[in-house]
């Protein structure tokens, strides 16, 4: 049995990743800086974790996979090295299965490729074409991020940070959009698109693109590729498409849904938003393209609840309802407030933690103005992540920037500072969203214990 090791098992992909291979047979280990729930429950499932970076971890490993957080200079990778095992990073791991299990189906984009991915999932699997799935987000139907299946299609979530999915091998891609992220990675807009069309070059001949119609970033990308091209959106001409968008209660919306122009009933799901109308769609083009009836598709989307962190509804209290969301670009901001405001009739509380100094940096206009659909705008401190501090951005910073546009903007820093200014200033028939991909969940948490 083939012993592979995991350096930083804690992280999204490689605890997903550990989990796959676990299931296919493989003897499995890792560490990580620090414990956490994730870690726990890898442990549950009888995989050994060390706590901190050692070199002695790796021994007897066939194989150590790295993520690009922990870095090649990490002691257990220079430790593997060493002693000649063979070392890979996480995104060649992924895909190496992808190429083990059979056909590929990478979902990528700026924005909402977790939930695309996760509708797309679940469609197949109700579809019964048994698919392994892995997922950035945490999905309650597959108690977890990763699912193994026993047919060919593994369908997974593709990310351009540091250009990792040009390591994959995929049959199928699936682009909802193209904008300027990472720019501590991506100099510019136009280093992204280039990034996304090597992807489109991983394709075979026979192989399949589909992508968002509306972003004319990724409609151009069908230009490119040679193979068979599916487009989806709001405009008629493309392959599925809707119209006469609709909010329905309680929080979900629903669409007329046309394929080649041909009326093919209602679209209706319980989450809310425009944006989910497109990942939607994006998982319905998939489905049926492999095969699974429409009508199994639209079931099963109008039943999906969401992805953990994604317009997460946390609970509520004394009237107030606290939701969770994953936002972290100008662009997933203004998305996910238009969605609370169409859907919500009392006062919107944004509660934003900016994540990276880099992105806060060289997006701060296109922040300070995203929040528009917001009441009141409550800003954390930025929260750091893989980056230092080099003290030439704040959200005081973005406070006051943001303040040109917004009414209502208060800087408060700390989290312990944010959680007392909320308990005494929310009221009943408020709506909070905590918002940001770093810890600022813990403060409507934290609400939702006090009651």
Same mark, same amino acid.
């Given at each position: 049995m083939k012993h592979l090791h995991f350096v930083g098992i804690g992280g999204a992909r490689l605890r997903g990743l550990a989990k796959l291979y676990q299931d296919r047979g493989y003897r499995i280990s890792g560490s990580d800086w620090q414990d956490s729930r994730e870690i726990e429950s890898l442990r549950k499932r009888g995989i050994p974790i060390s706590i901190g970076h050692s070199p002695e971890n790796v021994i007897g490993a066939d194989l150590v996979v790295y993520t690009n957080a922990v870095g090649n200079e990490n002691p257990e990778v220079l430790e593997a090295k060493r002693l000649g095992i063979p070392t890979m990073e996480g995104a060649e791991l992924l895909g190496r299965l992808m190429d083990e299990v059979g056909q590929g189906i990478a979902i990528a984009g700026t924005h909402g490729k977790t939930t695309t991915t996760a509708m797309?999932?679940? &469609?197949?699997?109700?579809?019964?074409?048994?698919?392994?799935?892995?997922?950035?987000?945490?999905?309650?139907?597959?108690?977890?991020?990763?699912?193994?299946?026993? %047919?060919?299609?593994?369908?997974?979530?593709?990310?351009?940070?540091?250009k990792s999915f040009l390591k994959f091998r995929p049959k199928i891609e699936l682009i909802?959009?193209?904008?300027?992220?990472?720019?501590?990675?991506?100099? %510019?807009?136009?280093?992204? &698109? @280039?990034?996304?069309?090597?992807?489109?070059?991983?394709?075979? *001949?026979?192989?399949?693109?589909?992508?968002?119609?509306?972003?004319? $970033?990724?409609?151009?990308?069908?230009? #490119?590729?040679?193979?068979?091209?599916?487009?989806?959106? #709001? @405009?008629?001409?493309f392959d599925w498409s809707v119209r006469g968008i $609709?909010?329905? %209660?309680?929080?979900?919306?629903?669409?007329?849904?046309?394929?080649?122009?041909?009326? @093919?009933?209602?679209?209706?799901?319980k989450v809310p938003g425009k944006h989910n109308?497109?990942?939607?769609?994006?998982?319905?083009?998939?489905?049926?393209?492999?095969?699974?009836?429409?009508?199994?598709?639209?079931?099963?989307?109008?039943?999906?609840?969401?992805?953990?962190?994604?317009?997460?509804?946390?609970?509520? #209290?004394?009237?107030?309802?606290?939701?969770?969301?994953?936002?972290?670009?100008? *662009?997933?901001?203004?998305?996910?407030?238009?969605?609370?405001?169409? *859907?919500?009739?009392? $006062?919107?509380?944004?509660?934003?933690?900016?994540?990276?100094? %880099? $992105?806060t940096k060289y997006l701060l206009h296109e922040f300070a103005q995203a929040f528009g659909d917001a009441d009141v705008v409550v800003l954390a401190d930025i929260y750091a992540a893989r980056e230092v501090d080099t003290k030439d951005v704040s959200s005081a910073d973005l406070a006051a920037e943001a303040g040109k546009y917004h009414p209502d903007v208060r800087y408060l820093g700390d989290f312990e500072t944010i959680y007392h200014h909320l308990r005494d200033n929310l009221k009943p028939g408020d709506l909070l969203i905590t918002m940001g991909a770093g810890d600022i969940w813990k403060v409507g948490e934290r609400l939702l214990q006090s009651h």
């Open positions: 797309t999932s679940m &469609v197949l699997i109700e579809g019964g074409l048994d698919p392994t799935v892995f997922i950035g987000g945490e999905l309650s139907a597959l108690g977890g991020n990763h699912r193994t299946g026993k %047919s060919p299609y593994m369908v997974v979530e593709a990310c351009e940070f540091k909802t959009n193209i904008d300027w992220d990472h720019p501590d990675c991506f100099p %510019s807009l136009e280093d992204v &698109v @280039q990034t996304f069309r090597d992807f489109v070059d991983l394709l075979p *001949a026979d192989g399949m693109l589909a992508v968002w119609g509306d972003d004319p $970033r990724a409609l151009e990308l069908t230009r #490119y590729y040679t193979g068979k091209t599916l487009t989806f959106g #709001y @405009q008629e001409h $609709r909010p329905v %209660s309680p929080l979900g919306i629903a669409a007329e849904l046309f394929y080649r122009g041909k009326p @093919q009933g209602e679209l209706v799901l109308i497109q990942n939607a769609l994006g998982a319905l083009t998939i489905g049926t393209e492999l095969g699974v009836d429409l009508p199994v598709a639209l079931k099963t989307l109008a039943e999906f609840t969401g992805v953990k962190k994604r317009f997460e509804i946390k609970g509520e #209290y004394d009237g107030i309802v606290v939701v969770d969301d994953y936002a972290h670009h100008p *662009a997933a901001i203004r998305l996910t407030l238009d969605a609370a405001r169409k *859907a919500f009739k009392g $006062r919107i509380w944004c509660a934003f933690q900016p994540h990276l100094f %880099s $992105r």
